[in-house]
C-alpha cells in the first residue's frame, strides 16, 4: 500500500497534544525508489501552514564536513526561520554555537579565547553585524535549505538568501526598538544545558569550538551532543513563547542514512536521554523528527534504544515502512490523465513491478508510448532509456542507490545483487558468496539490507520481486561463465539444503525433463497436498531465458505423467511468475494447458481430489 506519511504524523501530532512529552522519531524505511522522498514532500506541502516545518536534504558536501551536524542544524534553523503567523522560532543559543565554532581557538591562551570570544559576541550584538553572519551562514548551507520557497539557497537569487537570514536575525529581535540583541540569558544556558550543570558557560564555548574540530570521535560527538541540546532549548522556549497550544515543530529529512544527519538523529536520542535522567520540570520537547531510511538509520535506533520500533507513539522511535503499491493503486495511477488506459495498462506494470513506486512510473511512462494494446514486457525492458542504459537497467538501478547512503550505483553491489538474484532466499544467497566481486563480502548492504529483502520470517527473506526478476534476466545475459547463470545455478544445486532447492535449481540448470521424471516417480509415494506444495516450490521462479511460447507449452501431444509434469514445468512459472507474459489470449492458452495436465496427474496420484481443486484454480 502506498505511504500516507501525513496520517501517522497527524496521529502523532494528536496525541503529542494530548500530553505526549516528547514524540518518537518517525523512521519512514524501505528500498531505493519507494517513494520516500515524495512522501516528505507531500507531508512538507500539508503541514508548513499549520505549524513550523523544515524539509532538510543533505548533500555529500556538507556530509562530509568538518562538523556535519552542524550542517544540518542549520538547514533546521533555515526551514524553521519562516514560523507561522503569531509563532516564531527563535535561534539565540544555535546562531551562539555557530559563532563560537566559526572561531578556532586552539592557539589561543585561556585568557586571550575568552576575550576574543567576549568580543565576537559583543560584536553580534548589533544586528547588522550578525545579519551579514547569518547570511554568510545561509549562503552555505545549500541544497540543505529544501524547504525554503523557492530555489536552494546555493542556486537562490540573492534577495531570498536575504529574506531567509533577516527572518533568522528577527527571530533573535524580542523588541525591534532595541538597538542591541541580548546575548546573556542564551549564552548562560550553556553553563546549566538544562541539566543543572554549574560549567563556566563560556569555557564550554570555547570547549565546542575545540571539540567541532577535534579528530577523535568522543570529541566530536559531545559537540554533537551540545548542539543538539541547543537546538532543543531553542524550540522549546520558541513554543512557550508562542503560548496557549502552541503547535508542535516537525522537521523532515531525507537521506537519514548520510553520516551528517545519522548523527544528528542519534544525537537527538542521547541528548533526549540525558534529559529525561536529569530533568522532569522541562515544558515538553516540541520536536516531531521524520527520517527517511534505507534501513541503517532505523538498525542504529534500535540498536540506541534496544526498541524495534513496533511499540507505537510511547516508544523512542517507530517505524513507518514504505510499502509497494496495490494492484488497485496501480490501476487508479494509471488511468489518471498523464497515462490513460489504466484498464490495461495497470494490471500490465503491477505484474512486473509488485507495485514499487519508482519503478511502478517508470514502466507507466514506457505504457503511454505505445498506442496499439498487447505490449511486449520483453521489448519494453531492453528498449534504450536516458543516460545510455535500458529501462530494465534503469528499474534495478534504484535497488542499488539505496543501498548507498550517497544513492550512487555502485557496480560491484549492481554485479552482486544480480548474482544473488538466483538465490530463493538470504540463507541461499551466502552460498554464492564466492562468486561475488571484490570487495563484497557476507556483511555488505546487498546481504544486510532489510529493505531489499523481505525480514526473516516463514520465507527466510527474499529479495524484493522486481529486484529479483530484473537480477535474473541480468544473469541470464551475462556472459562471463565463471560467475553467470549455469555458475550460479550449479552452485545452489550443489549445495542445496532440501529435495525442493535442489530441483527448483536443477530445472534452471539443466531443463525440465530430468526434473519431470524425478516428480512423476514419487507422484505415488507422496501425499498430494505434499506433492503439490513440492512443485510449487520447484516452478517458483521463472526463467527469462524461455521466451518462446512453443517452449512453455511443451511436448504438443503429452501421454505419460512425466510428459504432464514437463507441460507444468513450463506453464506454471510463466502463468504464474512471470510477468513478460501477458497477453489474455496466451494467458487463457496457459491456464488450459495446466489444468489438463493437472487433470491427468490426478489419476497417477494417491488421491484425485486436490490436483482436481488445483486445476479448478485456473
Not at 507474459?581 to 491427468?600: I, P
Request: include cysteine.
Amino acid at each position: 500500500m502506498r505511504l500516507n506519511l501525513p496520517e501517522p504524523i497527524s496521529e502523532l501530532m494528536a496525541v503529542q497534544a494530548a500530553g505526549l512529552r516528547t514524540s518518537p522519531v518517525l523512521a519512514v524505511e524501505g528500498p531505493g525508489g519507494s517513494g520516500k522522498s515524495e512522501s516528505l514532500r507531500k507531508a512538507l506541502e500539508k503541514w508548513r501552514r499549520e505549524t513550523p516545518t523544515a524539509l532538510v536534504r543533505p548533500s555529500e558536501a556538507v556530509d562530509s564536513a568538518e562538523n556535519a551536524v552542524l550542517g544540518v542544524l542549520t538547514a533546521v534553523m533555515i526551514g524553521l526561520s519562516p514560523g507561522i503567523r503569531g509563532y516564531p522560532v527563535q535561534f539565540h543559543r544555535t546562531l551562539i554555537a555557530h559563532l563560537a565554532i566559526r572561531e578556532d581557538f586552539s592557539k589561543l591562551t585561556a585568557t586571550d579565547a575568552l576575550n576574543r570570544l567576549k568580543q565576537v559576541l559583543l560584536d553580534h550584538r548589533d544586528p547588522a553585524v550578525l545579519l551579514a553572519f547569518v547570511q554568510s551562514v545561509v549562503r552555505a548551507a545549500g541544497g540543505l535549505a529544501a524547504a525554503i520557497a523557492g530555489p536552494p539557497v546555493a542556486a537562490a537569487a540573492p534577495p531570498v538568501v536575504d529574506q531567509v537570514a533577516v527572518a533568522v536575525v528577527a527571530s533573535v529581535r524580542k523588541w525591534r526598538w532595541r538597538r542591541q540583541i541580548d546575548w546573556a540569558g542564551p549564552v548562560a544556558w550553556f553553563g546549566h544545558q538544562d541539566m543543572g550543570f554549574d560549567f563556566n558557560p563560556l569555557q564550554t564555548l570555547i570547549d565546542l569550538s575545540d571539540w567541532a574540530r577535534s579528530e577523535r570521535p568522543s570529541r566530536r560527538e559531545e559537540a554533537d551532543h551540545l548542539l543538539v541540546a541547543a537546538l532543543l532549548a531553542d524550540l522549546r522556549r520558541s513554543r512557550a513563547a508562542a503560548g496557549g497550544d502552541a503547535p508542535a515543530i516537525l522537521v523532515l529529512v531525507d537521506d537519514g542514512d548520510l553520516s551528517a544527519p545519522s548523527a544528528f538523529t542519534s544525537s537527538l536520542i542521547h541528548v533526549r536521554g540525558r534529559l529525561a535522567a536529569a530533568r522532569t520540570d522541562l515544558p515538553p520537547d516540541p520536536l516531531n523528527l521524520v527520517v527517511a531510511t534505507t534501513g541503517p538509520v532505523a538498525e542504529a535506533l534500535a540498536t540506541a534504544t534496544g526498541c524495534g520500533g513496533e511499540t507505537g507513539w510511547p516508544g523512542p522511535w517507530v517505524r513507518i515502512p514504505a510499502g509497494d503499491l496495490g494492484p488497485d493503486e496501480v490501476r487508479h495511477l494509471a488511468e489518471s490523465f498523464r497515462w490513460g488506459n489504466g484498464h490495461r495498462h495497470g494490471p500490465v506494470a503491477h505484474r512486473l513491478t509488485r507495485g514499487h513506486p519508482e519503478g511502478t512510473a517508470v514502466v507507466l511512462d514506457e505504457l503511454a508510448k505505445d498506442s496499439e494494446p498487447g505490449t511486449d514486457v520483453d521489448s519494453l525492458l531492453r528498449r534504450p532509456a536516458p543516460g545510455g542504459t535500458t529501462v530494465e537497467r534503469r528499474l534495478l538501478e534504484p535497488f542499488v542507490r539505496g543501498l548507498n547512503a550517497r544513492k550512487h550505483v555502485e557496480e560491484p553491489l549492481l554485479e552482486a545483487l544480480v548474482t544473488l538474484s538466483a538465490a530463493r532466499d538470504r540463507l541461499e544467497a551466502e552460498r554464492l558468496l564466492p562468486l561475488l566481486p571484490h570487495p563484497v563480502r557476507h556483511d555488505s548492504p546487498v546481504f544486510t539490507s532489510r529493505t531489499l529483502w523481505s525480514p526473516a520470517g516463514a520465507d527466510d527473506g527474499r529479495l524484493h520481486p522486481l529486484a529479483r526478476y530484473l537480477g535474473l534476466r541480468a544473469l541470464a545475459a551475462r556472459d562471463d561463465p565463471a560467475t553467470g547463470w549455469t555458475a550460479a545455478f550449479r552452485k545452489l544445486r550443489d549445495r542445496a539444503g532440501d529435495r525442493a532447492g535442489r530441483l527448483h535449481h536443477e530445472r534452471l540448470l539443466s531443463g525440465k525433463e530430468g526434473v519431470a521424471e524425478e516428480l512423476a516417480a514419487l507422484l505415488p509415494e507422496l501425499p498430494p497436498a505434499e506433492w503439490l506444495a513440492l512443485l510449487e516450490a520447484v516452478v517458483a521462479t521463472p526463467d527469462p531465458r524461455e521466451r518462446d511460447l512453443a517452449g512453455v507449452r511443451g511436448p504438443k501431444q503429452p501421454s505419460t505423467a512425466a510428459d504432464h509434469v514437463v507441460v507444468l514445468l513450463g506453464v506454471l512459472p510463466a502463468l504464474d511468475h512471470d510477468p513478460c507474459f501477458t497477453d489474455e489470449h496466451a494467458l487463457e492458452e496457459l491456464r488450459e494447458l495446466a489444468k489438463d495436465s493437472l487433470r491427468h496427474l490426478a489419476e497417477h496420484a494417491r488421491e484425485r481430489g486436490p490436483f482436481l481443486l488445483r486445476a479448478k484454480s485456473y
